[in-house]
């Protein structure tokens, strides 16, 4: 854990200006096999002390990988200087931020630095277990990740906090010969989350029935055909539904995004889904249990909250830093953070999803006669007018109410805000992902999830 070296320099923060004092460590692990041999064994950290103020409506910044009292000074000095500089010559007339409650927040992991041939061992005996049996795959790879960030705060104006956030995964992919022998290929993240790894992963054969799941539907697909293109009714799956709403969605509605001229800008309190769609950006508890990367406290010092978005098919809100709130008059739920300690906070998503509804996925497909069930996706990217373009990696036809043949690897697009009109059945059942990094300027592990859509969109075909 993090030595405390902040508490005691709050005497030092400079009079009449906001000031944030952080230190931080991320740990990064990670073990790769393809085709039984290893080609990936990482292990960094990265560990350090920053301070940002501000002043006269602009922010000094400073950091350093040393952590000592000495380096703090250093930092909070540097800070303070540079933002009283950037005030005489660029301020903008404001005082510091609005008052926020003053409280302590801890998010309390422990924090077990597994030891790198824990994960070796642990993905060669998953890969033993899928070369002897599926001797037929072209190719496969088996990863083992680990990752962490902990945060130490101190505030001039706020929360102070101490919170250590782990994740761990395991990403399995497949390939066989498909349609005229070319490669056909999935992959799934199998079990992990927030935590380290030790505590998601204890026994490899505990992941087999999910080996075999992905075994199954890479089978199928190896004899997919392509789908038809055009506008088509759909069903997005969970895992594509969390992703428009992350991407095609969430980005729009970062305020610093609607400053720079996002589509969600002109479009605040106006309708941009169907009365079945709302969309919410959760803090750390979602449904009664913890959100898959919780966040308790920003690295502005504000306790976090969710933020409602879109409610029944109205936008009636951005995600926020303080600085952003003021000038949209809206409250801050505590939205900014940083991924590195070198880096300043900036408006992020956190755990951002489409809520479920009340229709049962079978229904869902049993009322189209010709669509397409969609399941999967490996990339996404949509930009700030909401246009987005995903890639689906596996699907399945839908031909009067049942499910057909599967299809190969495609696309959908469309425009965010037409799409989520045209949801007219939403499923009562939660898909969350969790495993990926959101790349806005710097990375951020975020989580994202939704229920099952039933829509219309642009699906790509041959």
């Not at 009664?288 to 976090?304: I, S």
Request: aromatic share 8%.
């Amino acid at each position: 854990m993090i030595q405390n070296l902040l508490s005691d320099k709050k005497h030092l923060f400079a009079s009449g200006a906001s000031t944030e004092l952080r230190a931080q460590r991320n740990l990064n692990r990670r073990a790769v096999l393809l085709n039984g041999d290893l080609v990936g064994n990482v292990r960094t950290e990265k560990f350090g002390v920053s301070a940002r103020v501000y002043e006269n409506g602009v922010y000094g910044f400073s950091s350093t990988a040393e952590y000592t009292d000495e380096s703090v000074r250093n930092v909070l000095k540097a800070a303070s200087e540079n933002a009283a500089f950037l005030a005489k010559h660029a301020g903008k007339g404001k005082g510091p931020h609005k008052v926020m409650p003053d409280s302590q927040s801890l998010t309390a992991y422990d924090l077990t630095d597994v030891e790198q041939k824990s994960y070796i061992e642990f993905i060669q005996a998953l890969d033993g277990y899928i070369v002897k049996k599926y001797p037929d795959l072209m190719s496969r790879t088996v990863i083992a990740t680990a990752d962490s960030m902990e945060k130490l705060l101190c505030v001039s104006n706020g929360t102070d906090g101490h919170s250590v956030i782990p994740r761990s995964y395991i990403y399995v992919i497949m390939t066989l010969p498909g349609p005229d022998g070319k490669p056909v290929e999935l992959f799934k993240v199998i079990g992990g989350g927030c935590g380290t790894f030790d505590r998601n992963y204890s026994r490899p054969e505990d992941l087999h029935e999910e080996i075999d799941k992905l075994y199954g539907h890479l089978r199928k697909k190896a004899e997919g055909v392509y789908p038809e293109a055009g506008t088509k009714t759909v069903i997005l799956d969970g895992m594509l539904s969390g992703m428009l709403a992350h991407e095609a969605v969430g980005h729009t509605v970062e305020a610093d995004l609607v400053i720079g001229g996002s589509v969600a800008g002109p479009n605040l309190h106006k309708r941009v889904g169907s009365d079945l769609v709302s969309l919410v950006d959760y803090a750390h508890t979602a449904f009664g249990k913890p959100a898959p990367l919780p966040v308790y406290v920003d690295d502005e010092g504000t306790t976090a909250t969710d933020a409602l978005l879109i409610e029944n098919g109205i936008l009636v809100g951005y995600m926020n830093s303080r600085e952003t709130a003021e000038r949209f008059g809206m409250t801050p739920t505590g939205n900014a953070r940083a991924y590195l300690f070198s880096d300043e906070p900036l408006i992020r998503m956190r755990n951002t999803a489409v809520l479920p509804g009340t229709s049962k996925l079978d229904d869902m497909i049993a009322s189209i006669d010709d669509g397409y069930y969609l399941i999967d996706t490996n990339n996404g990217q949509a930009d700030t007018t909401g246009e987005f373009m995903f890639g689906v990696t596996m699907g399945y036809e839908i031909k009067k109410g049942k499910l057909g043949r599967a299809i190969l690897d495609t696309t959908i697009s469309g425009v965010a805000f037409d799409m989520l009109k045209t949801v007219d059945m939403v499923s009562d059942e939660m898909v969350w992902a969790s495993s990926g990094m959101c790349g806005k300027k710097q990375p951020m592990p975020v989580g994202m999830g939704g229920p099952a859509l039933r829509c219309r969109v642009n699906i790509g075909g041959r």
